[in-house]
């Protein structure tokens, strides 16, 4: 039986430079029966420990039948995701997890699916648009609506042109500043609302990044027909043990590692917004 406490060892096989601050490592178990018997959910995470550092919760951005390799998505930003940015090819880290409850795939089976992201808040959303796109024939529509702050700032770009390009599938992207040759909406995300039709009885909403802007959309998506039950949320918060111990990631009675990250907006409605949650 897994140990959640006791780190995996996996070897980073790849790192792939997503952004000047953000990066992907591709990581295998060194143990190889541990590698097929591992297995996670879209919306899961694990706790990735860099010996003499610490650890960090990182979403798993690769999709569940991925046999080869187990993809982390990570901006720079504290002390231990920039030391995990000097990490390479053939270097060792260790692996908690998974941990959380994922997106509702089962529930969101024959039914338009809208990922709706914001700034590197699209990383837990990946294993969503890779998840459908895998099975594309179980679901409806796939309509990917991504804002960033920033144009230079939009990750994945030839990933969302080759989303775009697939059948029953629409891309929507925008910017709160458009650099030269943007080619999409300046604006926020929920500026590109008026650009799909949402049917609100068939239809399931996923949404990740900046609180303010789930909390935005999410009243909007209300407006236009879908109920509150149809709209889940992935949030963050600074997770240190990834097993409800510790007590850092707590929203009111609910701890984001165990109950969530993916919550549908009836369990946070009443802390949605609220300072101290």
Known sequence: MNNPYLPQLVEVVERIAEAPDIFTLRLRFCDAQRHVDYSFQPGQFNMLYLHGVGEVPISIVSDVQDEHMLDH?????????????????????????????????QQALGRDVFVITGGLGCAPAV?????????????GRLIIMQGVKHSDDLIWREQYQAWAKLPNTQVLLAADIAGPGWQWREGLVTTLFDQVEFDGDHSVAMMCGPEPMMIAAGHRLMELGLRQQDIY??????????????GHCQIGPKFVCQDGPVFTWPDLQPMLGERGF
């Open 73 to 105: 998505t990570i901006r720079a930003i504290g002390r231990v995701t920039h030391a995990l940015a000097k990490v390479q090819a053939g270097d060792r880290l260790g692996i908690r997890g998974p941990f959380g409850k994922g997106w509702p795939m």
């Open 127 to 139: 294993s969503v648009i890779r998840h459908v796109i895998r099975r594309r024939d179980d679901y």
């Open 233 to 246: 949320l992935s949030m963050e918060r600074n997770m240190h043990c990834g097993i409800g111990h510790c």
